[in-house]
């Protein structure tokens, strides 16, 4: 049985979706609302959709407005993260989590955060305070 990961819950939610990981801060403002996909030339995620995923990095970038704006085109578009986890949780992307009830955490161990590859299938519960690794 796979043993929970311990974080700390920011905006409450439930998931189950796959990882997409990425090294670099993202800018929301920089995804087609229509695809998903992020446009952000030398970014590690650039051309590939963040939909329906849980989006593992560092944290976000950008001003309040491009950032929100960003946000809720993707929602208007049912192309929002399934849920993200960051390590640094920055006033805007924690707002805009909360406004459209994305599932936000934060506090995973690096040795955690290691598991947490690109295809891995996640589930959390913010409530249960359960985040498990479902398939690898």
Do not use: W
């Amino acid at each position: 049985m796979n043993s929970a990961i311990e974080f700390r819950k920011i905006s409450a939610g439930t998931a189950e979706a796959e990882v997409l990981y990425s090294n670099d801060d993202i800018c929301f403002y920089l995804t087609d609302p229509k695809t998903g996909v992020l446009r952000d030339k030398g970014h590690d995620l650039d051309g590939v959709s963040v939909a329906g995923k849980i989006l593992v990095f560092p944290s976000g970038k950008g001003s309040a407005v491009v950032q929100d704006e960003g946000l809720f085109s993707l929602k208007e578009n049912g192309n929002l993260p399934a849920a993200m986890i960051i390590e640094t949780p920055e006033t805007v992307l924690v707002f805009g989590a909360l406004l459209l009830n994305i599932p936000l955490i934060d506090g995973i161990s690096e040795n955690d955060k290691a598991k947490l590859k690109n295809g891995v299938r996640l589930r959390l519960d913010t409530e249960q305070e359960l985040l498990i690794i479902v398939t690898k």
